[in-house]
């Protein structure tokens, strides 16, 4: 950051005035550590921040190759970058005490989920394994990055719920559009999961499809018991 004169140095300002006193794009450029030739490191950070109309979970949705395809921004500060949106991801997560409490409600799934996948820019679909008494003795990722409509391996997570001796199971996948309402494709692979777990007497306890703000149950609007 040698090419920002001392008033406008992130790391000095951090020091003498603590981080809360930093803009997003000041702490990003403390990541970065350095900038270009003709661009500094503090012009860099605002420009990766345009690109994502200025939010921070839409930084965080990220991946490495998509950070690398800003100008000046290799994969040393892509991975820099990438690495601080998982720390902050694993502090939200770290504050979670879902798993330690019986799940009675979608909006307990949604908190417990909403760490994982807030802010992602693909679709993600997730399977929690409950016991007897609803709570959570195993968690799965099941697909990454599909398109509108989420698909799982039905046999895969009927398996994963025997081996574990789940009683029951519970389906999460985000919308990263914004909107929760689930599409025809769900409702029907949602059904025939709930018919593929029954023939093992084990319960498919809801369906939840998450969004940054909101979300949609299929148990609480009984979606897929026709």
């Not at 029907?188 to 939840?208: E, K, S, Y």
């Given at each position: 950051?040698?090419?920002?004169?001392?008033?406008?140095?992130p790391?000095?300002?951090?020091?003498?005035?603590?981080?809360?006193?930093?803009?997003?794009?000041?702490?990003l450029a403390?990541?970065?550590r350095?900038?270009?030739?003709?661009?500094?490191?503090?012009?860099?950070a605002?420009?990766?921040?345009?690109?994502?109309?200025?939010?921070?979970?839409?930084?965080?949705?990220?991946s490495?190759?998509?950070?690398?395809k800003?100008?000046?921004?290799?994969?040393?500060?892509?991975?820099?970058?990438?690495?601080?949106?998982?720390?902050?991801?694993?502090?939200?997560?770290?504050g979670?005490?879902?798993?330690?409490?019986?799940?009675?409600?979608?909006?307990m799934?949604?908190?417990?989920m909403?760490?994982?996948?807030?802010?992602?820019?693909?679709e993600?679909?997730?399977a929690?394994?409950?016991?007897a008494?609803?709570?959570?003795?195993?968690?799965?990722?099941?697909?990454?990055?599909?398109?509108d409509?989420?698909?799982?391996?039905?046999?895969?997570?009927?398996?994963?719920?025997?081996?574990?001796?789940?009683?029951?199971?519970?389906?999460?996948?985000n919308?990263?559009?914004?909107?929760?309402?689930?599409s025809?494709a769900?409702?029907d692979?949602?059904?025939?999961?709930?018919?593929?777990c029954?023939?093992?007497?084990?319960?498919?306890?809801?369906?939840?499809?998450?969004?940054?703000?909101?979300?949609?149950?299929?148990?609480?609007?009984?979606t897929?018991?026709?």
């Amino acid at each position: 950051m040698k090419d920002l004169s001392q008033g406008e140095r992130p790391r000095e300002k951090l020091l003498e005035r603590g981080a809360v006193s930093l803009s997003d794009g000041e702490l990003l450029a403390i990541l970065m550590r350095s900038g270009r030739q003709g661009e500094s490191v503090l012009a860099m950070a605002q420009n990766l921040l345009r690109r994502v109309d200025g939010s921070l979970l839409r930084l965080f949705g990220l991946s490495v190759e998509e950070l690398m395809k800003q100008p000046g921004i290799g994969a040393d500060k892509a991975c820099t970058i990438h690495a601080a949106c998982e720390l902050g991801r694993r502090f939200m997560l770290a504050g979670k005490s879902g798993e330690k409490k019986p799940v009675i409600s979608s909006r307990m799934i949604y908190d417990l989920m909403l760490p994982h996948l807030k802010g992602a820019g693909h679709e993600e679909s997730w399977a929690l394994f409950l016991n007897a008494a609803r709570y959570v003795i195993g968690k799965e990722k099941l697909t990454s990055g599909s398109g509108d409509a989420t698909t799982f391996d039905v046999r895969r997570i009927v398996k994963r719920a025997i081996d574990r001796g789940a009683y029951a199971v519970v389906l999460v996948h985000n919308h990263p559009s914004g909107n929760p309402k689930p599409s025809r494709a769900d409702i029907d692979n949602t059904r025939f999961l709930h018919d593929a777990c029954a023939q093992f007497d084990i319960i498919l306890l809801d369906h939840v499809v998450l969004c940054d703000d909101c979300f949609y149950s299929f148990e609480e609007n009984r979606t897929y018991r026709g």
